[in-house]
T-cell receptor
Framework: ETGVTQSPTHLIKTRGQQVTLRCSSQ?????VSWYQQALGQGPQFIFQ???????GRGNFPPRFSGLQFPNYSSELNVNALELDDSALYLC?????????????FGQGTRLTVV | GNSVTQMEGPVTLSEEAFLTINCTYT??????LFWYVQYPGEGLQLLLK?????DKGSNKGFEATYRKETTSFHLEKGSVQVSDSAVYFC??????????????FGTGTQLKVEL
């Protein structure tokens, strides 16, 4: 069973640029969620993808967008980067069904905006 | 909306000391409750969970009991080790309109265990 993998592990971007982060979900999981964890804070829910559609969204502006592919992997895109976007971005995979199913997290992508 | 409040850190303990990290929550309905651990430079690992009132989650010597009457889920361990040094996050699950679940996290409590 393969776990959740994210790429790249670290990234440095300039303010105003665009970035794409990638996540491969755990085998057998059909749902991917993205979280932003600022330094010294708890993770904040960005959005979730299920069946290639956005299934729910947190309090993030539209310049945060995503995709889910038929193999359930996912991308997080952030346009017009701001300094405050510097954070650890975590991907979590799970299955959507009745009741709660455990979410498994990847190691994260550390994004630094300069 | 849902929220989680946990005690601020850092918490510094000597090895073999007793650990308590307090966590209280506000939520609609009956969420599942979790403790996650984050070691330096790593992602989140699920430590334990409880899905209904009075359930006790336990793992690796850590325990937490889902207390609906006090809306609490305090983490405890009888004897901590240096290897327990990490950041601990309390979290709850909330239902999304599309049928999935999202996690709402506290701000985290850093634990440092010294010899």
């Amino acid at each position: 069973e393969t776990g959740v993998t994210q790429s790249p592990t670290h990234l440095i971007k300039t303010r105003g640029q665009q970035v794409t982060l990638r996540c491969s979900s755990q085998s057998g999981h059909n749902t991917v969620s993205w979280y932003q964890q600022a330094l010294g804070q708890g993770p904040q829910f960005i959005f979730q993808y299920y069946r290639e559609e956005e299934n729910g969204r947190g309090n993030f502006p539209p310049r945060f967008s995503g995709l889910q592919f038929p193999n359930y992997s996912s991308e997080l895109n952030v346009n017009a980067l701001e300094l405050d976007d510097s954070a650890l971005y975590l991907c979590a995979s799970s299955t959507t069904g009745q009741g709660y199913t455990e979410a498994f997290f990847g190691q994260g992508t550390r994004l630094t905006v300069v | 909306g849902n929220s989680v409040t946990q005690m601020e850190g850092p918490v510094t303990l000597s090895e073999e000391a007793f650990l308590t990290i307090n966590c209280t929550y506000t939520a609609t309905g009956y969420p599942s409750l979790f403790w996650y651990v984050q070691y330096p430079g790593e992602g989140l690992q699920l430590l334990l969970k409880a899905t209904k009132a009075d359930d006790k989650g336990s793992n690796k010597g850590f325990e937490a009991t889902y207390r609906k009457e006090t809306t609490s889920f305090h983490l405890e361990k009888g004897s901590v080790q240096v290897s327990d040094s990490a950041v601990y996050f309390c979290a709850l699950s909330g239902r999304l309109t599309g049928g999935g679940n999202k996690l709402t996290f506290g701000t985290g409590t850093q634990l440092k265990v010294e010899l």
